[in-house]
């Protein structure tokens, strides 16, 4: 059994756990721990699936609206995190823009695995190419997850990103220090079989960025140790729900003056969408565009998004 496979398995199951109910895991193959490691490319049944895919990054886009950055979570990479809400931010007018971090030579397709504070410096540099190319006086940020760590992390630690930022908007993000065992509670849910994949990558090819987000890690500490965490000139939203147990909404808050934070279920009552499911789901989506065009509108009815 091929490493290619087990990630396929991993991915897989990140994309099917979403967008489908109760899926069954496949097993963990017996020989994993003794895995050949020469083909490690992307596999073509994951590239076939209708749920991978983000837009190109045009720089030629123009819009009267900032450019968007969006930056995907822990284990996904731009092609499965936020690149539906992506496509729907293009047919809703906007400039969209997304790059994959944080992922190891060995495996490109699974990104937010290195450490964070590299990854943090390669974000920068790419939301300063966004500006540069597109002309655009400010960027705004979504990220979802590990992404919305970033979305939070990168103008607080990285030089001159704050004067170019102008919204942030994090999903989930684990502020306050992650409590979790290793990674697994934090990669997409497909039942035991995939947190066991989850753990199994991790050891074959490591994951700093886990321990970064954990309760006593280097960014836990950076945000703690911070006079502020969001920089002023930015505004910060922080969308969290309280269905999600993988990060609670304690978790998440950043409780300074100016940070809007939005509870899923105060605006959509009934919808029990876990930490996963935030990036697809359109009551989330709702929150999102309207963090962006700072109004109250009814972007998206609500609906009811998957509990993972």
């Not at 994951?46 to 749920?51: H, R």
């Not at 822990?74 to 936020?82: F, I, M, N, P």
């Not at 930015?234 to 940070?259: C, F, H, Q, W, Y």
């Not at 509108?297 to 609906?303: I, K, L, N, Q, T």
Request: with cysteine; net charge negative.
């Amino acid at each position: 059994m091929k490493l290619s496979v087990l990630l396929l398995a991993q991915t897989f199951w990140s994309l099917s756990a979403i967008a489908l109910p109760n899926p069954s895991p496949a097993p963990i193959p017996e020989d994993a721990e003794s895995l050949d490691l020469s083909n490690t490319t992307i596999p073509d049944e994951l590239t076939s699936d209708p749920l991978y895919g983000a837009p190109d990054n045009d720089f030629s886009c123009k819009s009267e609206r900032n450019p968007v950055v969006l930056l995907h979570g822990l284990s996904a990479d731009r092609e499965v995190d936020l690149n539906m809400l992506q496509w729907e931010l293009n047919k809703r007018g906007y400039c969209t823009f997304s790059m994959t971090y944080g992922a190891w030579d060995l495996v490109p397709w699974i990104g937010g695995l290195r450490n964070m504070t590299d990854s943090a410096k390669d974000i920068a540099d790419f939301i300063r190419e966004v500006k540069d190319k597109t002309g655009a006086a400010k960027v705004d940020i979504v990220g979802h997850s590990e992404g919305g760590v970033q979305a939070i992390y990168v103008p607080m630690t990285q030089d001159g990103i704050s004067d170019i930022v102008e919204r942030l908007v994090a999903l989930g993000p684990a502020i306050h220090g992650a409590e979790y065992l290793g990674v697994t509670d934090l990669w997409y849910i497909g039942g035991e079989a995939t947190r066991s994949i989850a753990k199994l990558v991790q050891n074959l090819i490591g994951c700093p960025a886990c321990d970064d987000m954990m309760t006593g890690g280097k960014v836990y500490y950076d945000f703690k140790n911070a006079d502020k965490i969001v920089q002023p000139g930015n505004k910060a939203t922080i969308i969290m729900s309280n269905s999600d147990v993988l990060v609670k909404t304690e978790v998440s808050r950043i409780d300074e003056p100016g940070v809007n934070n939005v509870i899923v279920q105060d605006t959509c009552p009934d919808d029990i969408v876990g930490h996963a499911g935030l990036m697809w789901d359109k009551s989330v989506w709702r929150l999102v565009v309207n963090a962006l065009e700072e109004n109250n509108d009814v972007v998206f009815p609500c609906e009811v998004g998957l509990p993972v």
